[in-house]
């Protein structure tokens, strides 16, 4: 067996599976496999102290920290690493139990250097971890170079998968292109721990709070888009000193169930809410077409299945529709005119999932703000259409 090596710095290969600490990714037979943060941690942790029995203390700590999880949490992940490389409790290939004492990696491994850069000429991503003071990792992202900028999390983000997915690829690169680029995966979502107690508004804003320490910024501007504006709405007036200038892109400073004034408006907020619930619960395909036109409503059906695709990889439906029961009653308007830095909001005339006149509110409650309108209908704005070009140009006009 080779010596185990500390230094996590390359790919792991053993079998027909491959190991990539630094890109956070498991692959079999080439393939990309999606595990839970807490299933690789185990995996890496294991597989790096190959030469010996790792303890099931050592594990916990290693994977939980300081949080109180059962043993039974551990087996339960051991049952997850076991199925996602090929391997069982009967067979033992890999990950052997050691009863009553912990678990030894025991497939044959051999280390890499992970292989040349990629060729696409792409700004590389770096991804890291950071852990909340309730225990929940939190993964975030720096690519780019030059001043900072940090994108609050917005719906069901994915630091890796959004890397190569032709909804989110060309914002990446685009906020990039002259900033250092801070991005997040919001607990439950992601390479953030999905396993989370609370999903509260507040934990989101904590989320954020964490990352700008972890990523050691004292002052930025901050990207809100859609529900991640009234995260950084929120984190802007809990830190004036820090937030710069503020950009808000489709947000809006209440939910569509906090916002419903009238009984029709109750009637069909309820009714949006309840058929999110019921779509979700069920894994309904249908229900997550429709979810997508209203999002992209100009794109092709080639993204509708990319953006389905991607919502279905980032977190579990459990999670999917406690997502949706917090972001229906988000209300930041109290605090949007506390709101000191100057602001640039950008919003889709034709926004169909957020309307424009979220974006007109957002623009009275704010005091130095400034309300841009895009020629779309999307509200995450596509690589080929024309507003995608306008939507940088203010961008960058706005932070230069």
Same mark, same amino acid.
């Given at each position: 067996?080779?010596?185990?090596?500390?230094?996590?710095?390359?790919?792991?290969?053993?079998?027909?599976?491959?190991?990539?600490?630094?890109?956070?990714?498991?692959?079999?037979?080439?393939?990309?496999?999606?595990?839970?943060?807490?299933?690789?941690?185990?995996?890496?942790?294991?597989?790096?102290?190959?030469?010996?029995?790792?303890?099931?203390?050592?594990?916990?700590?290693?994977?939980?920290?300081?949080?109180?999880?059962?043993?039974?949490?551990?087996?339960?992940?051991?049952?997850?690493?076991?199925?996602?490389?090929?391997?069982?409790?009967?067979?033992?290939?890999?990950?052997?139990?050691?009863?009553?004492?912990?678990?030894?990696?025991?497939?044959?491994?051999?280390?890499?250097?992970?292989?040349?850069?990629?060729?696409?000429?792409?700004?590389?991503?770096?991804?890291?971890?950071?852990?909340?003071?309730?225990?929940?990792?939190?993964?975030?992202?720096?690519?780019?170079?030059?001043?900072?900028?940090?994108?609050?999390?917005?719906?069901?983000?994915?630091?890796?998968?959004?890397?190569?997915?032709?909804?989110?690829?060309?914002?990446?690169?685009?906020?990039?292109?002259?900033?250092?680029?801070?991005?997040?995966?919001?607990?439950?979502?992601?390479?953030?721990?999905?396993? /989370? *107690?609370?999903?509260?508004?507040?934990?989101?804003?904590?989320?954020?709070?964490? !990352?700008?320490? &972890?990523? @050691?910024? =004292?002052?930025?501007?901050?990207?809100?888009?859609?529900?991640?504006?009234?995260?950084?709405?929120?984190?802007?007036?809990?830190?004036?000193?820090?937030?710069?200038?503020?950009?808000?892109?489709?947000?809006?400073?209440?939910?569509?169930?906090?916002?419903?004034?009238?009984?029709?408006?109750?009637?069909?907020?309820?009714?949006?809410?309840?058929?999110?619930?019921?779509?979700?619960?069920?894994?309904?395909?249908?229900?997550?077409?429709?979810?997508?036109?209203?999002?992209?409503?100009?794109?092709?059906?080639?993204?509708?299945?990319?953006?389905?695709?991607?919502?279905?990889?980032?977190?579990?439906?459990?999670?999917?529709?406690?997502?949706?029961?917090?972001?229906?009653?988000?209300?930041?308007?109290?605090?949007?005119?506390? /709101? *000191?830095?100057?602001?640039?909001?950008?919003?889709?005339?034709?926004?169909?999932? !957020?309307?424009? &006149?979220? @974006?007109? =509110?957002?623009?009275?409650?704010?005091?130095?703000?400034?309300?841009?309108?895009?020629?779309?209908?999307?509200?995450?704005?596509?690589?080929?259409?024309?507003?995608?070009?306008?939507?940088?140009?203010?961008?960058?006009?706005?932070?230069?």
């Amino acid at each position: 067996m080779a010596a185990a090596s500390k230094r996590g710095g390359g790919v792991y290969v053993f079998e027909d599976c491959e190991v990539d600490p630094r890109r956070l990714e498991l692959r079999r037979r080439g393939e990309p496999v999606h595990v839970e943060p807490q299933v690789f941690s185990l995996l890496t942790h294991l597989i790096r102290h190959r030469d010996r029995v790792v303890g099931k203390t050592e594990l916990l700590d290693a994977v939980w920290g300081y949080r109180h999880v059962t043993e039974s949490a551990l087996t339960s992940r051991v049952k997850a690493l076991r199925r996602a490389i090929g391997d069982s409790g009967g067979a033992q290939r890999m990950v052997a139990t050691v009863h009553g004492v912990g678990y030894r990696f025991v497939a044959d491994v051999r280390e890499t250097d992970g292989g040349p850069p990629a060729a696409d000429g792409r700004i590389p991503q770096r991804i890291r971890y950071c852990r909340s003071a309730d225990g929940v990792r939190v993964a975030y992202a720096v690519s780019g170079s030059g001043p900072p900028l940090v994108k609050a999390a917005n719906w069901l983000t994915h630091l890796d998968l959004e890397w190569t997915s032709p909804i989110w690829a060309h914002w990446l690169d685009g906020l990039a292109r002259r900033h250092t680029l801070v991005r997040y995966d919001e607990r439950g979502c992601g390479l953030s721990d999905w396993d /989370v *107690g609370e999903f509260r508004f507040e934990d989101w804003v904590d989320d954020l709070e964490l !990352v700008a320490d &972890a990523a @050691a910024l =004292e002052r930025f501007p901050l990207l809100g888009v859609s529900q991640g504006g009234a995260v950084a709405i929120a984190y802007a007036v809990r830190h004036p000193e820090r937030v710069s200038r503020l950009v808000l892109a489709g947000a809006y400073s209440r939910g569509r169930f906090a916002r419903a004034a009238t009984p029709e408006e109750k009637e069909e907020a309820a009714l949006d809410l309840t058929l999110g619930r019921i779509g979700w619960r069920h894994d309904d395909p249908t229900f997550r077409q429709v979810f997508a036109s209203q999002f992209l409503p100009g794109g092709t059906r080639e993204l509708w299945d990319a953006f389905n695709d991607l919502q279905r990889a980032t977190t579990s439906i459990d999670n999917v529709v406690r997502f949706l029961d917090v972001f229906a009653h988000i209300d930041v308007s109290a605090l949007a005119p506390r /709101v *000191g830095c100057p602001t640039l909001i950008l919003h889709s005339r034709g926004d169909l999932r !957020v309307p424009k &006149a979220q @974006a007109q =509110e957002l623009a009275a409650l704010i005091p130095d703000s400034r309300l841009c309108f895009l020629d779309s209908r999307n509200h995450i704005l596509t690589e080929d259409e024309p507003a995608w070009p306008v939507f940088l140009a203010e961008l960058d006009g706005f932070l230069a």
